[in-house]
């Protein structure tokens, strides 16, 4: 894909994967994954931490609306926020190593008409990874302003916050269209035959 066209669907410009993409979800729709013979151990551990991902972005969302309803003052906020965060963030490096180096080349194989969309994918994965490095600097900048100004201090909050939304908002767009691309694969050529078991 050229990077251009990359750039087109990159996470901070496209709603969903491109049709051309979605085929083979059209004929494994979500709502049939559940009760699919093929839905084997491997991708149900895979699914199994899309959704703890989901769970953290839920409660470290839940702590940045406590931060700006002031039910929370920022070193509150960071004491909670910043260990799950990165809880979060070194799972998250984990997973897109192995979805990299491992998985994305066996689905991209099996099915290569698809192969743009693991481009995109992988796109994706920077693009999450420059959003965490956003928020970083701002929870840095939070945290040096211990003792000054109240006013400052709550821009830097409001920051912070801002940057978690952009991650987050990303983060589940990612998990939603990763699955897309990848449950159908699976239930249509089976674990045992891409080699995943
Ligand atoms: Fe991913
Ligand atoms: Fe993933």
């Given at each position: 894909?050229?990077?251009?066209?990359?750039?087109?669907?990159?996470?901070?410009?496209?709603?969903?994967?491109?049709?051309?993409?979605?085929?083979?979800?059209?004929?494994?729709?979500?709502?049939?994954?559940?009760?699919?013979?093929?839905?084997?151990?491997?991708?149900?551990?895979?699914?199994?931490r899309?959704?703890?991902?989901?769970?953290?972005?839920?409660?470290?969302?839940?702590?940045?609306?406590?931060?700006?309803?002031?039910?929370?003052?920022?070193?509150?906020?960071s004491?909670?926020?910043?260990?799950?965060?990165?809880?979060?963030?070194?799972?998250?490096?984990l997973?897109?190593?192995?979805?990299?180096?491992?998985?994305?080349?066996?689905?991209?194989a099996?099915?290569?008409?698809?192969?743009?969309?693991?481009?995109?994918l992988?796109?994706?994965?920077?693009?999450?990874?420059?959003?965490?490095?956003?928020?970083?600097?701002?929870?840095?900048?939070?945290?040096?302003?211990?003792?000054?100004?109240?006013?400052?201090?709550?821009?830097?909050?409001?920051?912070?916050?801002?940057?978690?939304?952009?991650?987050?908002?990303?983060?589940?767009?990612?998990?939603?269209?990763?699955?897309?691309?990848?449950?159908?694969?699976?239930?249509?050529?089976?674990?045992?035959?891409l080699?995943?078991?």
């Amino acid at each position: 894909m050229q990077s251009t066209e990359a750039n087109r669907f990159s996470l901070n410009y496209r709603n969903g994967l491109p049709q051309d993409l979605l085929q083979l979800c059209a004929k494994y729709p979500r709502e049939s994954w559940d009760k699919h013979p093929n839905l084997g151990e491997r991708v149900q551990f895979w699914l199994s931490r899309h959704d703890m991902f989901r769970e953290m972005i839920v409660m470290l969302e839940d702590c940045c609306q406590k931060l700006s309803n002031n039910l929370i003052d920022a070193e509150e906020f960071s004491q909670w926020f910043i260990p799950r965060l990165s809880f979060l963030l070194n799972h998250l490096d984990l997973h897109h190593k192995v979805e990299e180096f491992h998985l994305f080349p066996i689905f991209a194989a099996a099915e290569t008409k698809l192969i743009d969309g693991f481009s995109i994918l992988e796109t994706d994965h920077q693009s999450i990874h420059l959003f965490a490095d956003n928020l970083k600097t701002e929870l840095q900048a939070l945290f040096e302003l211990k003792n000054k100004p109240r006013d400052e201090v709550k821009r830097a909050g409001e920051n912070s916050t801002m940057k978690f939304a952009t991650l987050s908002k990303g983060l589940v767009s990612h998990l939603n269209d990763e699955e897309d691309l990848i449950v159908p694969i699976v239930l249509y050529h089976s674990e045992e035959s891409l080699g995943l078991i």
